[in-house]
């Protein structure tokens, strides 16, 4: 690795190749990042049960946090007082925080939009706060995260006019919030909207290309469309960004969504789903994901995935994990997130090896033909919620 360069701390390294598929290095302030790489989701300055060390042991580079939650509780200010967000959660590797737009619609409460940004209530206490691009910068500037994304809307995929809208104000919104942004040891990334739409996707990235980010994310997928849509729209979009910055998948990160997104040259993933269905005794392993709680496990002796080097299956039964689950018990929530997060980041390994040595199309191939995807149900599920939502009308 190069020393890092004071005026260019953020150097995306492409070290191979395979087709569209990329393995390289991100430098930050923090600590290099390997690509492609899973970003663990710690919403509250946290990554659910575990600690820092476990992280790193778990060969973690980069967690994202989230700014509408740390907006609303402990504040920004809280925060920056107590030495920024590394210091504050005793993390010291790279953080990446979201702009707080996705969740300003998907849990705030009597949002509008304008022109200028959105004026929402906390789903907390009912406080009344008010997001514009300007204000997000000072706020992710405050938290002091590595990769820090601007204010975007995030449109319900497939309503043409309502992703219309959502490119113009967030390519609007991406030049304002270059301009608010000041700290040179942060990258500011430009998110790529346009739902499921080429044309609209073509114009948002030509447009954000032309303002020259360090990096480039592209929002509004994993929200409702279908596999193939995502599929489709990641063909269409990823070609037109800069080689020589990393590309960010925002939100996605099941093993099958990631072979598909890596296999069309994305570098960066974060998703809370590992962390999530690990807590509720959803196990990942090469077969697809099974639940713990199942009666067939009471009685089973083997660790939740033969051959996996996880802290979890070097020690414990299958049985045992479903006792502690059945029983209500803390650790069961700790050993199940362990073992998720080490089976996505072994996941992000064997996809780098693969492509290093020109075989990541049959590695891909390989692993899901024998992956069973089960999240076909959640993500109808999700759908329709998406669809229940109020639109996003402009005052
Ligand atoms: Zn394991």
Redesign the pocket.
Known sequence: MRPMNEKQPFVYELHAQDGAARRGVFTTPHGPIAMPAFAPVGTQATVKTLTPDELHSLDVDIILSNTYHLHLRPGEDIIAELGGLHQFMAWDGPILTDSGGFQVFSLAHKRSLDEDGITFRSHIDGSRHRFTPEAVIRIEELLGADIIMPLDICPTPDNRREVERAVELTNAWAVRAKQAHSRADQALFGIVQGGIFPDLRRQAAEFLTALDFPGYAIGGLSVGETKEEMYATLSAVVPLLPADKPRYLMGVGTPEDILEAVARGVDLFDCVLPTRVARNGGLLTREGRINIRNARFARDPN???PG?T?Y??QRFSRAYLRHLFKAGEILGLRLATI?NI??MEQLMKDIRTAIQEGRFYQFKDEFLSRYRISDQEARHKNKLAYRQRRGLQVR
Do not use: A, D, L, Q
Request: charged fraction near 10%.
């Open positions: 660790p939740i995935e996996c996880c979890t299956c073992h080490h089976f």
